[in-house]
């Protein structure tokens, strides 16, 4: 068993940390307050090869794993830049177009991948689906060469500044009858593809959109895949990348929030000479919140590494463990930083508040807590499905 990071490993994490920390989190609130995004970052990021790290070396990446990526993502959001694009772009749509796109589409697309100039946003929730991807109402059908898409999707992120959309559809199998899932790579700019912004309650330069799909036009090579039987393999080898660095980010975002508050509470001095740090009903809940982190990083270390060791099905338990502790962490964390600073706590000036919705939504999205749990349930302790 091996805990410590490979030299080079090493160096990505410094280089990394250095970069997100000359931007830092008041940049990245400044984005999101004046409606703009995290473009510069994004794209310095993609030059100095940290966007690309997991693309193979053939298509220009830095042929790492999902450890390098979730390096990345962690010190970002460790420096207060916690990009989701990052989850959907490089962890989800490349990983998919890498492992099931043809040749030409990984001739296509990788090269953008791995410098950051292309973004490609993940399309699978819909809003009478939710949770149960196997009701998914976004239909594919067959026109000639052409295939046609309609349908909604919800809650899509980064739509508006993405070349294209991978879209989870429905197919008809011409032997059975029975809708299968496809996958789909649109350009945002589609005809027949709109988009509706919705108002979230979460300070980040990344936006949530619905989307409507009114048959949309596709030629035939926007099938991900040689055929319709990579769709559900093509769609199950976006999780563990999904989950790992949603959880890595959720632990940059915990150690963050628990170091501004380390800060500000070893010198804030308000009962004579000590700081409000030595009293244990303020230090202890910040120390217990590091604990926590600290395991969801264990996890995410244990799950990076089986994923890059071919182990998916093992990855897996562990991808989905470490989401669950990383999402659970990374709220008890901000939600401590924010106590330990009293009032400053709640200012904008201070920058952990601003995490707030953030950290919430990481205990529902990418996947929610009670859908982990129930993976668990079934998969780990062999109970009955209820649903
Ligand atoms: C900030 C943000 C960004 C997002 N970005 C994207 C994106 O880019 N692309 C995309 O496709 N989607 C995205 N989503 C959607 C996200 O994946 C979904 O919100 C999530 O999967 C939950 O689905 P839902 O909201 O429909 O909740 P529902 O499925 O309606 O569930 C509601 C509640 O019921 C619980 N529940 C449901 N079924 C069960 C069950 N069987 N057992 C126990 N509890 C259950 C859920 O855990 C949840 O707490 C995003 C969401 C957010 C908040």
Redesign the pocket.
Known sequence: MNFDLTPEQDQLRDAVRALGRRYGHSYFVEKAKSGGHTTELWEEAGRLGYLGVNVPTEYGGGGGGLTELAIVGEELAAAGCPL?LLV?SPAIAATVIHRHGTEEQRKRFLPGFADGSLKV?????E?D????FHRLGTVARRDGDDWLLSGR??????VDEAQYVLV?ARTEDAATGKLKPALFVVPTDAAGLTRSALD?E?V?PEN?FLLYLDDVRLPADALVGESLDAGLPALFSGLNPERITVAAMGVGTGRYAIERASEYTATRKVWGGRSIGAHQGVAHPLAHAAVQVELARLMIHKAATLYDAGRDLEAGVAGNMAKYTAGEAAALAVDTAVQALGGAGMTTEYGVATLLG?VR?GR????????I??FVAQHVLGQEK??
Do not use: D, W
């Open positions: 989701l959907v946003v993940f399309a699978i929730t809003p689906a939710g949770s149960n999707k919800c809650y899509i992120s980064g989870v979230m979460i980040s949530q953030a939504a529902i999205a990418p996947v929610s807590r009670e859908m749990l129930n209820s649903y």
